[in-house]
T-cell receptor, first 117, second 114 residues
């Protein structure tokens, strides 16, 4: 079974530029998560999708961050414009649903390390 | 509101010694609790989970954790450390079976000394 795929693995941009990250979850996983992991901290949920709908985006800085999962499969997270404090690893995870509830097992991708200079 | 506290951001043990990584949580409802491991430049991998069944949970790679409701703790242990255990470990909590969001601790970096 293929795991969660993310690209690119590394990205360096200057502040005020824009950047996009891509995630392809495990086949059949209805739930997709984007996390931000700042160095020395645990992952923080940015947004959660159920198929192509947003379940929770309460911690997404919507003035600069956006995410979509148009066909309920792969997803894109965008930052525009980037700030220095956005330097972090962006992790994508997916999980399946049982009886209408997301499984408590999340499968993580390798992450995208973003450096904003 | 949920929160997770991991005591000790860095832990060093000798190879073959006991590993003990501490995790305390706060939750207003019975929680689901997890330990994840993260190797350098990789995503998180689930080690074990507590979902209201047995309080002593066994996971992969010889790790286990015990849920203690009275202490609101879910400490991770391994009887004998191996060099390959060196990694970052994260404790996480989810609000029972209906909560959507996972809350992660700040992580504990484990170093194994040969």
């Amino acid at each position: 079974e293929a795991g969660v795929a993310q690209s690119p693995r590394y990205k360096i941009i200057e502040k005020r530029q824009s950047v996009a990250f891509w995630c392809n979850p495990i086949s059949g996983h209805a739930t997709l998560y984007w996390y931000q992991q700042i160095l020395g901290q645990g992952p923080k949920l940015l947004i959660q999708f159920q198929n192509n709908g947003v379940v929770d985006d309460s911690q997404l800085p919507k003035d600069r961050f956006s995410a979509e999962r148009l066909k309920g499969v792969d997803s894109t997270l965008k930052i525009q414009p980037a700030k220095l404090e956005d330097s972090a690893v962006y992790l994508c995870a997916s999980s399946y649903r049982i009886a209408g509830v997301s499984s408590y097992e999340q499968y993580f991708g390798p992450g995208t390390r973003l450096t904003v200079t | 509101a949920q929160s997770v506290t991991q005591l000790g951001s860095h832990v060093s043990v000798s190879e073959g010694a006991l590993v003990l990584l501490r995790c305390n949580y706060s939750s207003s409802v019975p929680p689901y609790l997890f330990w994840y491991v993260q190797y350098p430049n990789q995503g998180l991998q689930l080690l074990l989970k507590y979902t209201s069944a047995a309080t002593l949970v066994k996971g992969i790679n010889g790790f286990e954790a015990e849920f203690k409701k009275s202490e609101t703790s879910f400490h991770l242990t391994k009887p004998s450390a191996h060099m390959s255990d060196a990694a970052e470990y994260f404790c996480a909590v989810r609000e029972g079976n209906t909560g959507n969001q996972f809350y992660f601790g700040t992580g504990t970096s484990l170093t194994v000394i040969p």
